[in-house]
DNA sequence: GTCAGTGCAAAGCTTTTGCAGCGCG
DNA sequence: CGCGCTGCAAAAGCTTTGCACTGAC
């Protein structure tokens, strides 16, 4: 699934681009990063993961970016109850959603088409025009049940 | 459905007693807040809305509270991606989940059986002992659409 | 009377904002 | 060569912790 992530990051660019923004080393960096990641990251796994030519860069770059990847819907944000947000790509081929072990932390991805269609179904019968949604669920992994 | 809401507060109340923990002024007076609640609440909102006999309560007490309410089960933390937690009491005939305004910040609940059912099926496929869930849309409401 | 519960104040974290300077286009 | 991007540092929240005191049992 290399070619997907990515692409992620150059379309990404491109559409920030398009959207009449420069391009410098910092964003490209958290974009980079980004791009390379499994699933979802904090920010300030970003800032210790990203960086330009040797230089770290700065944390409000981090926090700026994320937010420029968010208003252009190029950025999931994902919330599992510890008081950091995490953010991963929008990959809509890839849409998934993340499971919690409340006992060490660990998350992970899933994915459910049976959920999402009931998921859509449901969005459509409330008086939102809803453009994105958030499914955690939380729980003990098998490392933790023992 | 104000019955309700009242029962919850006082089995909760007895389900702490039961664990061996003492009944103070700042237990009681979250219990009554949240039990009177129609849906999620932020700890500040429970700082300024609950007092006991006139008295404001500590806003520490508070954190306090929802953490052991938290570990006996009895309040669902709730993140609608604004940064700060909201909690609900855990109605389990009432379960529900929640849309969010991306626009005023609005939160409306909503419940589906099908949605239940499916996020069950999923949760039955992970490796995961899965105790609870959340469910958040995202999207413009009725107001906010104009 | 003992010890959990409480309030206040201070500390800790994540996230945001101000500002001077660098560098992309 | 102007204006946006960046980094640093300070500020702003939300949440947690330490400590002395109150009050439940």
């Not at 910092?26 to 993961?49: K, M």
């Amino acid at each position: 699934v290399v070619p997907a992530t990515v692409s992620w990051s150059q379309s990404a660019q491109q559409a920030l681009r398009s959207a009449g923004l420069r391009s410098g080393g910092a964003r490209r960096a958290v974009l980079d990063f980004l791009g390379s990641q499994e699933c979802c990251v904090s920010a300030q796994e970003i800032h210790s993961g990203a960086g330009h030519g040797g230089r770290a860069i700065g944390i409000a770059s981090v926090y700026r970016v994320l937010d420029e990847l968010l208003e252009h819907g190029l950025v999931q944000r994902v919330d599992v109850g510890d008081g950091v947000a995490r953010y991963e790509p929008a990959l809509h081929e890839h849409h998934h959603h993340h499971v919690v072990c409340d006992a060490c932390g660990r998350v992970d991805p899933f994915s459910d088409d049976a959920l999402e269609r009931a998921i859509d179904r449901a969005a459509g019968r409330l008086g939102y025009a809803v453009r994105g949604h958030e499914v955690v669920l939380r729980g003990r992994c098998g490392d933790c049940r023992r």
